[in-house]
């Protein structure tokens, strides 16, 4: 138990330490794969109308401008900045935890729209958007657009799959 600790500490402190680039492409994948582990839990409760982003494939320049460039700089100022920056000037201590507990859950619920499978399918992206954006603030980085920018990747690779099961189906 407490090597495993250890590993996961020294992958945390490198994964913190990666240049921008890498890190965007590195977690980004670790993200998206985070969510598909939870796709077979939902299903052991019946939660098998997961949901997610539906259009035809003449709309597909509006879900890339939406997806890939509005939701992410909507989502990061509501679900990261207001919450995590909210906190830091309120707290004394944890705040930085307590952001990313509050993070995670308004990140979950902008996307309860879809459905609950849904909302809960994204939780581990918000972990880790949350976790980026105060990584990049301990960095004096700028933690808004970098985290932006990794939320649009994600967006990027998850709606790659959606273009290409809806171009396969037709």
Not at 27 to 39: C, D, H, N, Y
Not at 121 to 134: D, E, N, Q, T, Y
Request: aromatic letters at 16%; zero cysteines; a positive charge.
């Amino acid at each position: 138990m407490i090597l495993t600790m250890y590993r996961f500490k020294r992958v945390y402190i490198s994964w913190t330490k990666l240049n921008p680039y890498k890190f965007i492409l590195i977690t980004g994948f670790v993200a998206f794969l985070s969510k598909l582990w939870i796709v077979p839990i939902l299903y052991l409760f019946s939660m098998d109308e997961i949901g997610g982003v539906d259009f035809d494939l003449k709309g597909v320049v509006e879900l890339v401008f939406l997806g890939i460039i509005f939701a992410p700089i909507v989502e990061t100022f509501l679900s990261q900045y207001i919450p995590i920056v909210l906190f830091q000037k309120l707290l004394k201590r944890n705040a930085n935890r307590v952001g990313i507990a509050v993070s995670v859950i308004l990140f979950s619920l902008l996307h309860i729209n879809y459905s609950i499978g849904y909302a809960i399918m994204v939780v581990p992206i918000g972990v880790i958007l949350a976790l980026s954006f105060v990584i990049f603030e301990k960095r004096k980085e700028s933690s808004f657009w970098m985290t932006t920018f990794l939320h649009a990747f994600i967006n990027m690779i998850s709606l790659s799959f959606v273009i290409i099961e809806k171009l396969l189906a037709s």
